[in-house]
Structure formats: structure tokens, C-alpha cells
């Protein structure tokens, strides 16, 4: 005979909860990053499901009632292009950054593969950047950020 095993505990994991599309229009919410954001404060909610959402809304920006209609979706485009403008601004740099170290090891690999003195990627940078200055001025300070000092 089989004994009874222990109750299962509930799990959020097991309950499939996901973001509904209509909380973006009912309490501004939106899903980003694998999270529930606020549009208005920018804050998360722990666990996806409308009574948090809605707790939040109404606890933290009650004066938000007051759009109504038109202006309600003209305010949660606003607030959308507003979250989406602050996230791409963090994003930029790191692209910027790791596309700058790709591109170092790519030249590093270059002249040791031709047998070249490692001090040759001084020169090779200053060729980059002097070409930069002259042919897309705007992106000159991107190539700055190459390291090819080899010692």
C-alpha cells in the first residue's frame, strides 16, 4: 500500500502566471526584461498577476483615474516611449563598449598573426583614428575606446 506523501507546496512557478496586454491600458503596466514595470514610477511588481498590478496602481498613482479615453493612451505611449528612451540609454554604452574590445582582439589577432611587433598596435590605432576624424567625425570617440596597447 502506498503512503500519502507530503501535501505539494504552491509553487508561482507552477501556476503559469503571465503579464495580460490589457494591463497596459487598465493600470499602465507593461512587461520589460522578464518583469511586470510600472510605466508611471518605473517599479516591478513581484509576482504577475492583476491583483498585484492593480494594488500597485491604485495605492501608488490614484491620481492617474483622472485620464480617461483618448488622453489615457496619448499619456501610456508617452510613459511607453519615456521607459524605452531610458533602457536604450543604458544599452548603448555596453554595446558600445563590448563591440570596442571585439574589435581589439580582432586587430591583437591581426599582427600576431602576421608576426608583428605588439607596439605596431600604437600605429594601427592612431591610422583609426585619424581615419575616423576625417570620414564620420560623429563616431570618432567610439574608435578611441579600442586598446591595442599589447605590452
Given at each position: 500500500m502506498d503512503?500519502?506523501?507530503?501535501?505539494k507546496k504552491r509553487k508561482v512557478n507552477d501556476e503559469n502566471r503571465q503579464f495580460q496586454e490589457i494591463w497596459t491600458e487598465k493600470y499602465f503596466f507593461v512587461w520589460s526584461h522578464n518583469k511586470v514595470v510600472c510605466l508611471?514610477?518605473?517599479?516591478?511588481v513581484a509576482i504577475a498577476k492583476e491583483y498585484n498590478v492593480k494594488r500597485h496602481y491604485e495605492t501608488q498613482h490614484p491620481t492617474f483615474t483622472k485620464f480617461t479615453g483618448e488622453l489615457r493612451k496619448q499619456k501610456m505611449l508617452s510613459l511607453k516611449r519615456e521607459l524605452i528612451g531610458q533602457q536604450a540609454m543604458f544599452t548603448k554604452p555596453i554595446q558600445d563598449s563590448?563591440?570596442?574590445?571585439?574589435?581589439?582582439?580582432?586587430?591583437?589577432r591581426i599582427i600576431a598573426k602576421r608576426s608583428r611587433p605588439?607596439?605596431?598596435g600604437d600605429?594601427?590605432?592612431?591610422?583609426?583614428e585619424i581615419a575616423a576624424k576625417k570620414m564620420c567625425p560623429e563616431a570618432a570617440k567610439k574608435f578611441e575606446k579600442i586598446q591595442l596597447n599589447l605590452q
Open positions: 503512503k500519502p506523501g507530503p501535501s508611471i514610477c518605473k517599479n516591478s563590448e563591440t570596442a574590445t571585439v574589435v581589439s582582439y580582432e586587430i591583437s605588439f607596439n605596431d600605429f594601427v590605432k592612431e591610422c583609426i
